[in-house]
């Protein structure tokens, strides 16, 4: 039907583009409302299962207290052996509730962050957003000239020598290039990293080749939405040696990248939080383990592979919102440790993973992404708060990833890795224990 025969029926052609318009607009409305809905009601939910561990826990604490009592009285218990035997209980029954506290929530078919101090400060929350927009004092400070961005943010190219033989050098002495941090002299270094940009990693560390969030686009989404990287890639995703591992903290595009999904597929083994293997199954990819918080595998009977809590949320679009869960990982071999943090705001439990699994080798600790800290802090720690995961670790050393790649803040684009030494210092942290690296760079890890 042309614009004549439309006007002749009476109808204004704005009206049928009206109609789309009104229809994203209701389901946009619809959406928000259900949002509000679950946040205030998910609250009183969270609210109940501190309120229920509390309880546990005072509970578990009376066993000691009463035997600390009789110590101090000086009185002898009518059975030693049974106390010790509830001393110990009361201990062990405090841990398993202790962990409790950071197990994953679900509440209305979306998973929830069983945080008090969590609010719900980013995408989903529109308004929020658009205050932030319509304020927004944007100080990234990129220069226009692609020269001068080159020499602030260089890119070098992996060493290959290395990168291909690691697990069956027993030295990188031997080795000259400038962008090796080689450790102590003569000695092989237990595991390797190197950064390709947010916080896609290679690690290698006990035979084993780990890839981390990885996104080699040229934009967020695929190449052609999304914020542009500031510099490019360091090298294509077939430069690098075989794949064994690759861990998805969460679905967020800038953390897992369709493309690289398809060209990996099922030669490598995915480790992804709970709700995520439909949308890799959705892709043809199969080989994928998912894992809840605290859950544990046992990757070839080498490394134990484990899900631990972070404070974030999930979701591609607007719809499918929290539907799947987000989480760090550990990864404990037999000569080193490896911790990939993902995107995190800052909460107890890292202390809590740390007196379980640590001491850490190595942890992938994001410190970019975190301005303004008001609409941002409760999603993305910023250089300061990477700092204290590291020590609740009790890290050896820790890399600083989630910057210098795709700028989705306010902070200028240089200041996570200067406020990160500036943090090292303030906190006594020794030189060379938290650092970053060039894109591209391989770092050697000492043992």
Same mark, same amino acid.
């Given at each position: 039907?042309?614009?004549?025969?439309?006007?002749?029926?009476?109808?204004?052609?704005?009206?049928?583009?009206?109609?789309?318009?009104?229809?994203?607009?209701?389901?946009?409305?619809?959406?928000?409302?259900?949002?509000?809905?679950?946040?205030?009601?998910?609250?009183?939910?969270?609210?109940?299962?501190?309120?229920?561990?509390? #309880?546990?826990?005072?509970?578990?604490?009376?066993?000691?207290?009463?035997?600390?009592?009789?110590?101090e009285?000086?009185?002898?218990?009518?059975?030693?052996?049974?106390?010790?035997?509830?001393?110990? %209980?009361?201990?062990?029954?405090?841990?398993f509730?202790?962990?409790?506290?950071?197990?994953?929530?679900?509440?209305?078919?979306?998973f929830?962050?069983?945080?008090?101090?969590?609010?719900?400060?980013?995408?989903?929350?529109?308004?929020?957003?658009?205050?932030?927009?319509?304020?927004?004092?944007?100080?990234?400070?990129?220069?226009?000239?692609?020269?001068?961005?080159?020499?602030?943010?260089?890119?070098?190219?992996?060493?290959?020598?290395?990168?291909?033989?690691?697990?069956?050098?027993?030295?990188?002495?031997?080795?000259?290039?400038?962008?090796?941090?080689?450790?102590?002299?003569?000695?092989?270094?237990?595991?390797?990293?190197?950064w390709?940009?947010?916080?896609?990693?290679?690690?290698?560390?006990?035979?084993?080749?780990i890839?981390?969030?990885?996104?080699?686009?040229?934009?967020?989404?695929?190449?052609?939405?999304?914020?542009?990287? %500031?510099?490019?890639?360091?090298?294509?995703?077939?430069?690098?040696?075989?794949?064994?591992?690759?861990?998805?903290?969460?679905?967020?595009y800038?953390?897992?990248?369709?493309a690289?999904?398809?060209?990996?597929?099922?030669?490598?083994?995915?480790?992804?939080?709970?709700?995520?293997?439909?949308?890799?199954?959705?892709?043809?990819?199969?080989?994928?383990?998912?894992?809840?918080?605290w859950?544990?595998?046992?990757?070839?009977?080498?490394?134990?592979?484990?899900?631990?809590?972070?404070?974030?949320?999930?979701?591609?679009?607007?719809f499918?919102?929290?539907?799947?869960?987000?989480?760090?990982?550990?990864?404990?071999?037999?000569?080193s440790?490896?911790?990939?943090?993902?995107?995190?705001?800052?909460?107890t439990?890292?202390k809590?993973?740390?007196?379980?699994?640590?001491?850490?080798?190595?942890?992938?600790?994001?410190?970019?992404?975190?301005?303004?800290?008001?609409?941002?802090?409760?999603?993305?720690?910023?250089?300061?708060?990477?700092?204290?995961?590291?020590?609740?670790l009790?890290?050896?050393?820790?890399? #600083?990833?989630?910057?210098?790649?795709?700028?989705?803040?306010?902070?200028?684009?240089?200041?996570?890795?200067?406020?990160?030494?500036?943090?090292?210092?303030?906190?006594?942290?020794?030189?060379?224990?938290?650092?970053?690296?060039?894109?591209?760079?391989?770092?050697?890890?000492?043992?």
């Open positions: 039907m042309g614009h004549q025969s439309i006007v002749a029926l009476g109808v204004r052609p704005y009206v049928f583009a009206a109609v789309p318009v009104a229809l994203l607009g209701s389901i946009l409305l619809f959406e928000q409302s259900r949002w509000l809905w679950h946040r205030r009601h998910r609250r009183r939910a969270i609210e109940r299962h501190w309120e229920y561990i509390d #309880g546990q826990m005072k509970e578990v604490e009376e066993v000691e207290n009463a035997n600390e009592a009789e110590e009285e000086g009185l002898e218990p009518a059975n030693p052996d049974e106390t010790r035997k509830a001393v110990a %209980l009361s201990r062990a029954q405090m841990g509730w202790r962990q409790k506290v950071y197990t994953s929530l679900k509440f209305a078919g979306r929830v962050n069983p945080f008090l101090e969590w609010r719900d400060k980013n995408a989903t929350n529109i308004w929020e957003y658009v205050r932030w927009q319509l304020t927004r004092h944007n100080r990234n400070g990129i220069p226009k000239d692609n020269k001068v961005l080159a020499e602030s943010l260089p890119t070098v190219q992996p060493n290959w020598e290395l990168l291909q033989n690691f697990h069956n050098r027993s030295s990188v002495d031997d080795l000259e290039a400038s962008w090796i941090t080689l450790p102590s002299h003569g000695s092989r270094p237990s595991m390797t990293v190197t390709f940009g947010q916080s896609t990693c290679l690690v290698q560390m006990d035979g084993y080749n890839l981390t969030d990885p996104i080699f686009s040229s934009r967020t989404v695929g190449n052609w939405l999304g914020p542009r990287r %500031l510099r490019p890639v360091p090298c294509n995703l077939s430069d690098l040696p075989k794949i064994d591992i690759v861990l998805v903290s969460h679905d967020h800038d953390h897992l990248d369709r690289v999904v398809k060209e990996l597929g099922n030669s490598v083994t995915w480790y992804v939080p709970l709700g995520l293997r439909d949308w890799f199954g959705s892709h043809g990819v199969t080989n994928v383990v998912e894992l809840d918080w859950e544990e595998r046992l990757h070839e009977n080498t490394l134990r592979i484990i899900g631990t809590p972070i404070q974030h949320w999930s979701g591609r679009h607007f499918d919102v929290n539907r799947t869960l987000w989480c760090s990982f550990v990864v404990k071999g037999p000569t440790s490896f911790f990939h943090c993902g995107d995190t705001g800052y909460c439990a890292f809590e993973i740390g007196k379980k699994y640590g001491p850490i080798t190595l942890a992938a600790l994001p410190i970019g992404a975190y301005e303004p800290r008001w609409f941002l802090r409760h999603q993305h720690v910023d250089p300061d708060e990477a700092c204290q995961i590291h020590t609740d009790n890290a050896s050393y820790s890399i #600083g990833v989630h910057w210098g790649t795709f700028m989705m803040s306010d902070e200028h684009y240089l200041d996570p890795p200067k406020y990160l030494e500036e943090s090292r210092i303030r906190r006594n942290l020794a030189e060379g224990t938290v650092f970053t690296s060039r894109l591209g760079e391989t770092v050697c890890i000492p043992k």
